[in-house]
């Protein structure tokens, strides 16, 4: 059994041992609302958001890209559980900033080891082959995060499966300070435009 493996076991022990009722926990998210963001693991929704067990759903990925598999899970999280506010949530300092597809392409041609990254670029170290699947992937990197939230934002609002009574909020974690930054233009784009949420919107433009 290694080290990791070891400190993982024992902290669920100790979580475990503490767990009280939330076993009694609904499945429906308590509050009625879902994150989509990045898997880097200086994010914490939890704590940037004010989430306790059952509040909320949390999905992630590389990037916080508005994939296939996210829409997936939105829609199930929805249309079973009841969520009626979206945020997606990129990030500064994002790993997904630091390539391209080909890049991506190239070094698992070279090798399935892991990569390095320098003042150079990414560079394969390892030895041993590659594979060509990863040319059938579409690795969905970011130059730019305001631009990529807007994207997802946008694709999600205009998604044939998506409600127009959802509002989708954009906005990019600050990993230097624990922000979260308000995306205008994905604003806009993800205003619920039927129901309750385009009436507030409406009210507001009022005021």
Known sequence: MSKLLKEVLRANEDYASGFGNKGKLAMPPARRFAILTCMDARLD?????????????????????ASDDAIRSLVISYKLLGTREWFVVHHTNCGM????DQTMRSLLASSLKTASLDASGWSDKGHGHGSKEGDFIDWLT????????????ERIRNH??????????????????GKLIEVHEA????????GEFAHQTEHRRAA
């Open 187 to 194: 604003m806009v784009k993800g205003q619920a435009t039927e």
């Open 45 to 65: 929704p939890a704590k940037f958001a004010g989430l306790a067990e059952g509040d909320a759903h949390v999905i992630r990925n590389a990037g916080g890209r």
């Open 160 to 177: 044939p499966l998506v409600p127009k009574d959802i509002p989708i909020y954009g906005y990019i974690y600050d990993v230097g300070s």
């Open 97 to 100: 900033e630091t390539f391209s």
């Open 142 to 153: 970011i130059r730019n995060q305001e631009e990529s939230v807007v994207q997802d934002v």
